[in-house]
């Protein structure tokens, strides 16, 4: 069910867009990330820190995540120390990246052939004669591939350490690692000051987790993550260089036969010199990530009941600096007989301020608070568990209005001798986006499920299906996410807003004042989207283990979707925020076939899935 694309390969910013079973909203669509119970972005991650990766689909695990949770989400989990003598792991690989598929253009011959088809089929003169023609036909006159001539092979390398242990009093686990990745461009280092235009991404990571038993009821832990990241760039992105590349027709060189660069009026950007001649930028990622909990044992009041207080800080930081210059193009000028008789000029070679330009990018700060007590119980062939869960989060960027989202949830569960299968579960959230009165909403979920193959009367009839299950579930679930969520277009539609206007004058002496104007009206009745979510499954195992797959239908409609009205009465006179006006259903199908087996010392799984959504 989970979707992926990657719309860019540039180093350092080619983070994949996630879609958990397909889209079924018109506005935010991808799901909330949480590392270890805090929602966190999981772009700069070591991979060799993750412990387990799980997709939240249905509203039976999304309820409790509220007005968060419509979307899906995943959950990962990092690697905690085990109790054993230190274990030291050590991982480093190097490869090759290239694209896989560049695009193929027409060259110069067709592309003069078929212009000059274009114009006379226009009633026009066309453009190139036959001698120029002939000329491109034959290579005489040059015919540029502009991928070719840019584009090259690159290194990636990577490395990680870790550490893992511990006794039963304290269990530690410290990773450290980092990622190097280069751009596939020719032709960086050709400059005068001798710097590196390539895009360019150095990664580095640390995390500790220790985990203490104070005493046989107290245990502690604290996590600590640091992410350290530099990406370079030419003065400017894979989007421009792609894009000039894309623009530009194979009839025009990349230098004149003097050695300059070609340009014109019209092209006054040149691909050799975006490649090396215009500086280069630097983007930080400076990331320090916090967790401290507390879990208490509390059998003095039940048994089996566990409390946990955590508190997490996150801090990001993203600078940048910018060493910029500018660089010359020149025109060839032809004589009556077609010969270069001189070079007209656009724009100026400069040089590179060596103090360049320094901007703070944005600052971070995630801080989190939760509290949970988790109780389960046996009784006989009856198991019961149950979690009660607050938390509150404050989420601030530079000098915007801080986020804050504060959150109740229970989630109970039984189970009858393994056969029998019940959970319900609720969150009661708020959000300071919306108008005081209605801040808040409730998200209920209920899921059952049957394992017949427990049943006495069908154990002996399955033959070789050894696991047999039947489950569905139904929920409700929440979107406040509306595209930016630091747009402030995007926050407080209850508002109706006010800002300056042209100014007017007063009396006969016209003394000036300044104008007040109201803008669009605000929405007061906004919410967030209501997605409700049914889903049936069915899951088997057979040949003794060696083959079981799971079959998973859903269908959802996501109501109160915010969306611009698109007819207004002229007779109002001004815009309006966004409305709930916006539905959207989704249904779709997954099914995934996992078959293991073991020959000798030799083990092996392929687990093939498919996938199919459709939405209107």
Known sequence: GLITTQRSGEPGVD??????????????????????????????????????????????????LG??????????????????????????????????????YLGA????????????????????????????????????????????????????????????????FVSAGFNIQSGNYKFTKDNPDNYNANNVMKRYNFRTNVDVNIDENLSAGLDLAGILTARTDGNNSAGDIMTLANRMAPIYPIFNENGTLWGNGTFTRNIYGELSQKGYRTWYNNTLQGTFALTRKMDFITKNLTGKLSFSYDNTNTPNTTYGRNYAVYEPLYNALGQVNGYKQFGNDTKIDP??????GESLRNTYLEATLNWNRSYGNHDLSGLFLWN??????????????????????????????????????????FPKESRYGLFPSVSLGWVLSEEDFLRDRLGVISFLKLRGSYGEVGNDRNGDSWN?????????????????????????????????????GVTWERGRIANLGLEATLFRDKLSFTLDVFKERRSQILITRSTLTDVFGQGIKQQNLGIVDNKGLEFELTHRNRIGDFFYEIKPNFSFARNN
Do not use: H
């Open 109 to 172: 011959y067709d592309y003069a052939r078929l212009r000059n088809e274009a114009l006379v089929n226009d009633g026009a003169q066309p453009s190139f004669s036959e001698e120029e023609l002939e000329a491109y036909r034959t290579g005489e006159k040059p015919s540029t591939d502009f991928y070719k001539f840019f584009m090259q092979p690159s290194g990636v390398q990577q490395g990680n350490l870790n550490i893992n242990g511990g006794s039963e009093v304290v269990r530690y």
């Open 392 to 433: 509150r989060r404050l989420l601030e960027c530079n000098s915007f209005i801080p986020q804050a989202y504060e959150s109740y949830m229970f989630r109970g569960t039984y189970n009858y001798k393994s056969k029998y299968l019940a959970e319900i579960s609720a969150s009661y959230q708020g959000s300071e986006n």
């Open 488 to 524: 402030i277009n995007n926050r407080f539609l209850w508002f109706t807003s006010w800002a300056g206007a042209p100014q007017y004058y007063f009396g006969t002496n016209a003394t000036q004042a300044n104008g007040w104007e109201q803008g669009s009206a605000g929405n007061a």
């Open 355 to 360: 103090n360049g330009s320094y901007s703070g």
């Open 67 to 104: 007005m968060r949770g419509a979307n899906g989400a995943v959950l990962i989990t990092t690697k905690r120390g085990k109790i054993g003598k230190p274990s030291v792991s050590f991982r480093t690989s190097a490869g090759i990246q290239q694209a896989t598929r560049l695009p193929e």
């Open 15 to 64: 983070a994949s867009s996630l879609y958990i079973r397909g889209i079924s909203t018109l506005g935010t669509a991808t799901p909330i990330i949480m590392v270890d119970g805090v929602e966190r972005s999981m772009d700069y991650i070591d991979p060799n820190d993750v412990e387990s990766l799980t997709i939240l689909k249905d509203a039976a695990a999304t309820a409790v």
